[in-house]
């Protein structure tokens, strides 16, 4: 494999945005494309095309882009270029501003992996983390802080996070910061950021406050809009389209699952990077698929090995990234499998339309992580059509396929096969036994010869439930996103939380704690009341035990609570009982 960053082969068929512009061409420096080439980025998404030349060259900008899109990438590598190579002093030149703790992490590990090679030194800071541990990091020196609103102004408060030397602030996710209480809390940290700097807005929603937020504090920005509705309505091929919603620690059992069930004459999953795709392409064939991988990082000829055995039915999955699958017409195709969220509508409607052609009927199944949920529903916009939103199928439901599977090989030998020879046999065990129980024990050794593989080892794939962005109710009436075994209930249930004002407990602390532990939406959460030693917290019934596990296993302004189910939820105004 080469180290090189890829430049699209210009002979194959373009990609949906036709220009075919590589990182490259974007204006990044070696350090940063060296790192992208060892990640596996093949090229750059739609958002990166648009934001990082204005980026680099100081522009401010503002973004509508969803969890998805690559906008941490977006954002990260120009920042990163940026940095002055002197770093004289120990004060950070870049803040970064996220919603949750969760995101303060990812968006962290994201710029270490892209700015190793330049020694970046990057400092996630949020609640529920002790705080000394960030003192000492701020202390020894750092270059970009990713924070919460709320930590990072405590930091600002005691004098331990110092912005003068701030050249850009991005406010990530800012809708979801608004929703989640935040906005004077990120005033308020903009008034300590030195006026001359760039400030960069990323919002997957664009409500007048965002606007008016970019108003007040964004000069002359760049405005991108990457969901855009384009009308590709007409273009998109009338396949079935269905997601699972699942952890990314689940996503290599599950694809193995939804395979089983679906039984794909042969199938192509996209997956981002070439990372991803060979280590994808090894689990699947350890879990015994004749998987096969393909990426910009293969030789034609190892390319035409692969396509050739596709062919041949000699492989029946093909692993591939967007740019090596350019231009691949398979025929025996039936399923595509997006293994990630595409990062743009086109890019979806593009990898769909690898099946469903003349007149074929084809399949196309989406594994989205919680947080790329929103992506779904806006290409559903996009496309005009309908993604349902699908259970990842149970041990049981698996089980029942391998015997549906049996039957229908059973059957075809029934009606098809000379079973003659076969006679002798049933005639001297019926002296013994009874024709049903020979029959029982044939079907067995049938069954277990054709599927092999014990689903005595698999594991249940926890089921996420879907939650519609505003209502905080469960959405899509499809069938997806009832837990089994829980009541489906549009009502809500207060949480239980023994901190409350005497711990300085803030709304925010218990939604960002929430949203951090459960991948639930700040906009899921009801009400929140804050009593001097307790907390209540009203969220979607169906969400509670997610919800009551998340914050046990997490702190809360540094301190473990006791979190429960509110013992008055069903009835009367029981809170007085905690007063
Ligand atoms: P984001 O929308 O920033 O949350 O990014 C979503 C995912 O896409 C992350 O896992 C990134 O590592 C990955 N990613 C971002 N840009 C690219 C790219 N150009 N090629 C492949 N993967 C990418």
Redesign the pocket.
């Given at each position: 494999m080469s180290s090189a960053p890829v430049r699209p082969d210009p002979t194959a068929e373009p990609s949906t945005d036709d220009e075919a512009i590589a990182f490259v061409d974007l204006g990044l420096r070696d350090e940063l494309l060296a790192a992208l080439a060892a990640?596996g980025?093949?090229?750059?998404?739609p958002i990166?095309r648009e934001a990082i030349p204005p980026l680099l060259a100081g522009r401010d900008l503002l973004g509508q882009a969803a969890?998805?899109?690559?906008?941490?990438?977006a954002f990260a590598l120009p920042l990163l270029q940026r940095m002055p190579p002197d770093r004289a002093t120990a004060d950070p030149v870049a803040l970064v501003l996220v919603p949750t703790r969760e995101l303060a992490v990812q968006v962290s590990e994201?710029f270490h992996r892209y700015g190793k090679e330049l020694g970046a030194r990057v400092l996630p800071i949020y609640g529920g983390q002790p705080i000394g541990r960030q003192l000492r990091a701020l202390d020894a020196g750092v270059d970009i802080v990713v924070a919460t609103p709320g930590r990072a102004l405590d930091h600002i408060a005691r004098g331990t996070l110092r912005l003068g030397n701030v050249g850009t602030v991005v406010l990530d996710e800012a809708d979801e910061m608004l929703d989640m209480g935040f906005a004077e809390d990120i005033e308020a940290i903009l008034e300590h950021a030195p006026e001359q700097r760039q400030t960069v807005l990323f919002s997957a929603t664009m409500p007048a406050r965002i606007d008016g937020m970019a108003r007040a504090h964004l000069t002359d920005p760049i405005r991108i809009l990457i969901a855009r509705e384009k009308p590709v309505a007409g273009e998109a091929p009338r396949v079935r389209q269905s997601a699972y919603l699942v952890a990314r620690a689940h996503k290599p059992a599950a694809l193995g699952r939804v395979l089983d069930v679906e039984s794909p004459t042969a199938a192509i999953v996209f997956c981002?990077?070439r990372e991803e795709v060979d280590r994808l392409t090894e689990t699947m064939n350890g879990r015994g698929y004749r998987a096969e991988a393909l990426h910009g990082g293969m030789s034609q000829e190892q390319r035409d090995r692969v396509m050739g055995r596709l062919r041949a039915g000699t492989a029946d999955l093909l692993v591939a990234t967007d740019v090596a699958a350019r231009g691949l017409d398979v025929e025996q195709l039936s399923h595509v499998v997006n293994y990630?969220v595409p990062?743009a509508p086109e890019s979806y409607v593009h990898r769909i339309g690898r099946v469903g052609r003349a007149g074929r009927e084809g399949v196309a199944i989406t594994l989205a992580e919680p947080r790329a949920h929103r992506m779904l529903k806006t290409i559903e916009r996009v496309t005009g059509q309908r993604i349902t939103i699908d259970k990842i199928p149970t041990v049981a439901d698996l089980r029942n396929r391998r015997l549906e599977l049996t039957q229908a090989a059973l059957r075809e030998s029934l009606l098809e096969d000379d079973l003659e020879p076969f006679r002798v046999i049933v005639e001297s065990l019926s002296d013994e036994f009874d024709l049903m129980e020979v029959a029982l024990a044939a079907v067995r050794l049938a069954h277990e010869a054709t599927l092999p593989g014990a689903l005595e080892e698999e594991e249940e794939i926890p089921q996420i439930a879907v939650r519609s962005a505003r209502s905080g109710r469960p959405g899509h009436e499809g069938r997806g996103e009832r837990r089994p075994g829980r009541p489906r209930s549009a009502g809500t249930t207060q949480v239980f939380v023994g901190l409350g004002r005497r711990a300085g407990v803030r709304p925010q602390d218990l939604v960002g704690a929430i949203t951090g532990e459960t991948g639930m939406n700040g906009r899921d959460i009801g009400s929140i009341e804050i009593a001097d030693r307790f907390s209540l917290v009203e969220v979607p019934a169906g969400l509670a035990d997610e919800v009551i596990s998340g914050l046990r296993g997490s702190t809360i302004k540094g301190r473990r609570a006791t979190v429960r189910r509110d013992r008055d939820t069903d009835g009367g105004d029981r809170r007085r009982q905690h007063r």
């Open positions: 990640l980025y093949e090229e750059p998404t990166q969890t998805g899109t690559g906008k941490t990438a994201a981002r990077s990630d990062s």
